[in-house]
């Protein structure tokens, strides 16, 4: 303090200047913890993606709200369930439909082991098993009877030949028969057994046929089929919903592609309550939005799908956001997430587990089912 000078002014600028540099000081300091909590924010941001990395690459990929994570904000008291509501566990019984081959059991000498009486028929006790019959294959042989006139063998000077047609096929001078045919393309499409597979489970008996003969069979009776798939779309096409996903898929040899690159795998199907169910696949080269815009083109109605923006390009069209895909990007935060107590991700999961439940109810049933709107009514809005 002895060393401030005396005069006022020269005090005036000091408290001036000592004033600028508070500011200065205010302004860098605000600025450093504007940069402190940017920081923050993508250090807590990296964490919750190395967690979720994490979680996708070493943990279960189970979906499953861990139990009792909102116990403690339950105030009613849980109900014992009825009857009708549990489950049934145990084995099933197979088919009523099923071919059954009985098997009788029956004692050479039915005698009494006590004092050697005959024994009387009281009953009969039965059990069942599976009887697996490998796949059988034969040859179809062909013999067609041919006819000459004997009048004209006489009277002309060349006979003609009139021969038997036999049944047509769906690909001419093929080797294969319609219940080869059915065989190969339910083995591949619906039990997802490859054609090279097919190929060996073949060769085993005895039967020499290439993958590339395979697949011409499935390429010539998917254009066969076409007219089903075009009548099948056009009652999608009146459906109220329409429910539409994609997916990655590889094909290998594509033109103007390379072998590594990604093709996508259209799927639309009509909602789940109908009387006619229709699925439906389209095979695209690309994402793009004109591929669901050919497809879907002219439809009006509401579209269930995961909100990808290719959806957005048709008109006429009511979106709809598909639950499962939402609970996953809960599920995902969820992972992600470095703090273990319940927060708006599981408050969010807990919600939508709910509404699965009043959904879950009603499956089965054929009417009243508008009953349940009045149930999730208050979940919902």
Not at 361 to 370: A, V
Request: glycine share 4%.
């Amino acid at each position: 303090m002895t060393d401030l000078p005396d005069d006022i002014d020269q005090l005036k600028a000091m408290l001036l200047e000592l004033h600028q540099q508070n500011e200065a000081k205010d302004k860098l300091l605000a600025a450093k913890q504007e940069e402190v909590a940017e920081l923050k924010t993508k250090i807590e941001l990296l964490i919750e993606q190395l967690n979720l990395s994490k979680s996708k690459r070493f943990s279960s990929q189970s979906e499953k709200i861990p139990k009792g994570t909102f116990n403690e904000a339950e105030q009613q008291k849980s109900t014992a369930k009825s009857d009708d509501d549990k489950k049934k566990t145990g084995r099933k019984p197979f088919p009523k439909e099923l071919e059954r081959e009985v098997h009788k059991h029956e004692l050479n000498a039915p005698y009494c082991d006590c004092c050697d009486e005959p024994l009387h028929q009281c009953g009969v006790e039965t059990s069942e098993e599976l009887k697996i019959i490998p796949q059988k294959v034969s040859v179809i042989r062909h013999e067609r009877t041919k006819y000459a006139c004997r009048q004209c063998e006489k009277t002309q000077t060349e006979t003609k030949i009139i021969t038997a047609p036999k049944p047509a096929s769906m690909i001419p001078k093929s080797l294969g028969s319609a219940d080869a045919f059915a065989a190969v393309v339910t083995a591949k499409y619906v039990d997802a057994l490859p054609l090279y597979r097919q190929v060996d489970i073949l060769n085993r008996s005895g039967i020499d046929i290439s993958r590339a003969t395979l697949a011409n069979w499935c390429v010539q009776l998917g254009s066969k089929v076409q007219v089903i798939i075009d009548a099948m779309k056009s009652e999608l096409l009146k459906e109220k919903l329409i429910c539409a996903d994609e997916t990655t898929v590889q094909v290998l040899r594509e033109e103007d592609k390379k072998a590594q690159s990604k093709s996508y795998m259209w799927v639309y199907r009509s909602g789940e309550f109908v009387n006619n169910p229709v699925v439906i696949y389209d095979y695209q080269a690309s994402r793009r939005a004109e591929c669901v815009q050919d497809f879907l083109g002219g439809y009006s109605g509401y579209l269930l799908s995961d909100g990808y923006s290719a959806y957005d390009k048709l008109e006429d069209v009511t979106q709809a956001a598909c639950m499962a895909h939402v609970r996953r990007k809960f599920t995902d935060a969820q992972k992600a997430s470095p703090s273990k107590k319940a927060g708006k991700p599981e408050k969010a999961l807990n919600f939508i587990s709910k509404l699965y439940g009043l959904e879950k109810k009603p499956k089965g049933l054929t009417q009243n089912l508008d009953t349940n709107y009045d149930k999730k009514k208050p979940n919902l809005f």
